[in-house]
């Protein structure tokens, strides 16, 4: 359960001086923390620096209006996806209510503002932020008892929480458990298949590579050493590939042979996307720029390919990657591609 240190910030974006002082005022009064802004541009200039939990704000603005406003928060600041956003409007035509909703708006205050009815919008909107909050604490922690537990017998229940195929492997190569994801993968005419004794690529081509990925890693395992190694899968049929990891369990202690000593990780064909950038700054402590850097890893290992797709340079590229080589404890690209899609683990929306 998530529990607030301070009380909520709520940032109040009004042009109108008096009406502007009245919101702060009944807000204060009520128990919430807030910040003013005049007008839109001023509203980003605080939200650069500020991270309040809610935003009232007006539309018809000078200069900025307030759709601009919520345009240009939603795309610039990903990391307060969840934060609700309130429209104060003297408009109060439903075409102007839907315009707003679709381009993100929380919810909607009608002038003359009705403060009871503000006070009570703003406290439910909070209330739910608060439960997404707490849903998603709980998931991360579970993906990450996961990660640390992947041996131990209730395992498998959160391994069928997560989008990407997994398939536990024994000391001798032998699937013990196949996730939810990569069952259903393997009813469709796929990479891989899998027998009660052995698994194997259905590609000739393929095959060597895969079984070559497996004895290197399934010795490391005994060896108590983590691995990782990444390989291509082919379909035969046509030219579609998707990228499989093999990970060492690095187990320590007298470990049966039956017990799990190995994870593959299978990206299933066409469903590849994007890591959650708030789920890595959270299980990796990320910034919102080094999030966005590590989930365009996740698609793409040419460093080129990146500074493209985000408008910056090699130099900046490199730059990040050093800090997420640090926070993630890794020291090579391809390990930590395998962290960034192995770690989180793609959390399956239902």
């Not at 307060?80 to 993100?104: H, N, R, Y």
């Amino acid at each position: 359960m998530i529990r607030r240190t301070s009380p909520p910030l709520v940032l109040v974006v009004e042009d109108e001086q008096a009406l502007r002082c009245d919101i702060v005022e009944e807000l204060q009064d009520a128990g919430y923390r807030c910040v003013a802004a005049r007008e839109g541009q001023e509203a980003l200039d605080l939200l650069a620096h500020t991270t309040p939990d809610l935003v009232l704000c007006d539309i018809t603005m000078p200069s900025l209006n307030g759709y601009e406003v919520l345009r240009r928060l939603r795309g610039e600041r990903p990391e307060l996806s969840t934060m609700p956003f309130v429209f104060l409007t003297a408009l109060s035509e439903p075409s102007e209510v839907v315009d707003g909703k679709l381009q993100g708006a929380d919810d909607y205050l009608i002038k003359p503002v009705d403060y009871d009815l503000m006070l009570a919008t703003v406290t439910a909107r909070l209330r739910q932020v608060d439960r997404m909050r707490n849903h998603h604490e709980h998931e991360v922690t579970t993906l990450r008892r996961a990660l640390e537990g992947l041996t131990s017998g209730g395992a498998e229940a959160a391994l069928d929480l997560i989008s990407l195929g997994i398939i536990m492997l024994d000391g001798r190569g032998k699937p013990v458990h196949v996730n939810r994801a990569a069952r259903e993968m393997g009813t469709e005419p796929g990479f891989i298949r899998t027998k009660r004794d052995t698994i194997s690529s259905l590609d000739p081509l393929s095959e060597r590579e895969f079984q070559g990925a497996l004895d290197e890693t399934l010795g490391s395992a005994r060896a108590g050493v983590e691995k990782i190694v990444g390989v291509m899968l082919h379909r035969p049929q046509d030219d579609m590939s998707i990228p499989a990891l093999f990970c060492s369990l690095a187990l320590t202690g007298n470990i049966p042979p039956d017990q799990p000593h190995i994870a593959l990780f299978l990206s299933a064909p066409g469903r590849r996307s994007r890591v959650p950038e708030t789920l890595l700054m959270d299980l990796f402590g990320l910034t919102p720029t080094e999030a966005r850097v590590a989930g365009a890893l996740a698609c793409s290992t040419r460093t080129t390919n990146i500074a493209t797709e985000l408008g910056v340079s090699q130099t900046t590229i490199a730059f990040h990657m050093r800090n997420l080589f640090q926070k993630t404890g890794t020291n090579r690209q391809a390990d930590l591609v395998a962290l960034i899609l192995a770690g989180p683990m793609m959390i399956r929306s239902e």
